[in-house]
């Protein structure tokens, strides 16, 4: 039990993904009836000798009576749970005395995957993968994109796109959520757009997306941006028999 320096409080997220910084607040009381000088200290308690530290870029503080401090501090998140163990010090003149601690624990968030696996146009009766080249002026377009769910359980994947022509002009804007039931670990769903017209020729774009709604939130996993096709122009047609009128014999 704490005798002057009494840590109240360890504000951290309950889960975290491996890698990433995570900002904590260490909240600590003085119980003397004056005020005293704080200091905090910690390190991650999670399996290993000696274990990483907390960096805390104010670590002590004068503190009035009966008042509490918040100390900020910050980690890189291991790869495995971790325990944030936290310490207290209060300063008399022979130096700082420890005083009390507490620990709470982050647990491992799964990193959140997914991949664009396959890009296919198609035209009229015939597909292409994307980028295509070659495609016949007139034609009528439809895009195909797989999405893979690399996580560890089934996941509501999304995906958005925008098509454009060689002028620039948008031919396709397209979003989706998919349905219930959701894709599994390391499956696709296809998505499937609406079709639009290959009236120009010249190179066609894409801007492709691909989300994953996990905890309310929508990250996007995945992007292409590029050349969707290359449509050739039309070649005339002449009737042989009208061209021999011009011709002299």
């Given at each position: 039990?704490?005798?002057?320096?009494?840590?109240?409080?360890?504000?951290?997220?309950?889960?975290?993904?491996?890698?990433?910084?995570?900002?904590?607040?260490?909240?600590?009381?003085?119980?003397?009836?004056?005020?005293?000088g704080i200091m905090v200290g910690g390190a991650l308690e999670y399996g290993v000798t000696?274990?990483?530290?907390?960096?805390?870029?104010?670590?002590?503080?004068?503190?009035?009576?009966?008042?509490?401090?918040?100390?900020?501090?910050?980690?890189?998140?291991?790869?495995?749970?971790?325990?944030?163990h936290a310490y207290s010090y209060f300063y008399t003149a022979e130096g700082w005395y420890f005083d009390d601690e507490m620990v709470r624990t982050v647990k491992t968030a799964e990193v959140v995957k997914g991949t664009i696996t396959r890009?296919?146009?198609?035209?009229?009766?015939?597909?292409?993968?994307?980028?295509?080249?070659?495609?016949?002026?007139?034609?009528r377009g439809l895009v195909h994109i797989w999405g893979r769910n690399d996580t560890s359980k089934a996941q509501q994947m999304g995906i958005y796109w925008l098509v454009r022509d060689p002028q620039g002009y948008v031919v396709e804007e397209y979003s989706a959520?998919?349905?219930?039931?959701?894709?599994?670990?390391?499956?696709?769903?296809?998505?499937?757009?609406?079709?639009?017209?290959?009236?120009?020729?010249?190179?066609?774009?894409?801007?492709v997306l691909l989300f994953i709604k996990i905890d309310g939130q929508s990250p996007v996993l995945d992007e292409y941006s590029g050349a969707l096709c290359d449509v050739s122009p039309a070649v005339a047609e002449f009737d042989a028999l009208k061209v021999a009128d011009y011709v002299k014999v």
């Open positions: 039990m704490a005798q002057y320096a009494q840590i109240v409080e360890i504000v951290a997220p309950s889960e975290a993904a491996p890698g990433s910084r995570i900002d904590i607040t260490v909240k600590i009381k003085n119980l003397y009836s004056a005020a005293i000696p274990w990483p530290g907390i960096t805390f870029p104010t670590n002590s503080a004068n503190v009035a009576a009966g008042q509490t401090y918040s100390f900020a501090g910050y980690f890189t998140m291991p790869d495995k749970e971790a325990k944030v890009k296919v146009l198609e035209y009229d009766e015939s597909r292409a993968n994307i980028p295509a080249t070659g495609i016949p002026q007139g034609k959520w998919e349905a219930w039931p959701y894709t599994g670990a390391g499956s696709e769903h296809e998505f499937i757009g609406g079709r639009f017209n290959l009236t120009k020729a010249g190179r066609y774009t894409i801007w």
